[in-house]
């Protein structure tokens, strides 16, 4: 069956980094743009970032440019946010998404707590 698991997040001080990862199995990963997003307490889910297929173009949170980078290895069906400079305001759930336009799936979350 199609599942999507993240993993990588958890508790880090202002200034840290975190690398999150989201493998993928039960569909043809390089078939699909993949994005992550985040929701905090309180407030919408957000597009945090986005990768194309073959990772030729990303697009990216105003709040996170230059902080944040996502990659994909197709290989591995695997994709990645690496989260650099944390601040406290990016402590969410952050989910990951595989999406066609005409189908999407979603992993579980995985929690980033950024705190000192």
């Known amino acids: 069956q199609v599942q999507l698991v993240e993993s990588g997040g958890g508790l880090v001080q202002p200034g840290g980094s975190l690398l999150l990862s989201c493998v993928a199995s039960?569909?043809?990963?390089?078939?699909?743009?993949m994005s992550w997003y985040r929701q905090a307490p309180g407030k919408e889910r957000e597009l945090v970032a986005g990768?194309?297929?073959?990772?030729?173009?990303?697009t990216y949170n105003d709040a996170v440019r230059g902080r944040f980078a996502i990659s994909r290895d197709n290989a591995k069906n695997t994709a990645y946010l690496q989260m650099n400079n944390v601040k406290v305001e990016d402590s969410a759930m952050y989910y990951c998404?595989?999406?066609?336009?005409?189908?999407?799936?979603w992993g579980q979350g995985t929690q980033v707590t950024v705190s000192s």
């Open positions: 998404k595989a999406a066609l336009p005409s189908s999407s799936y």
């Open positions: 039960g569909f043809t990963f390089s078939e699909y743009a």
């Open positions: 990768i194309s297929v073959f990772g030729t173009s990303t």
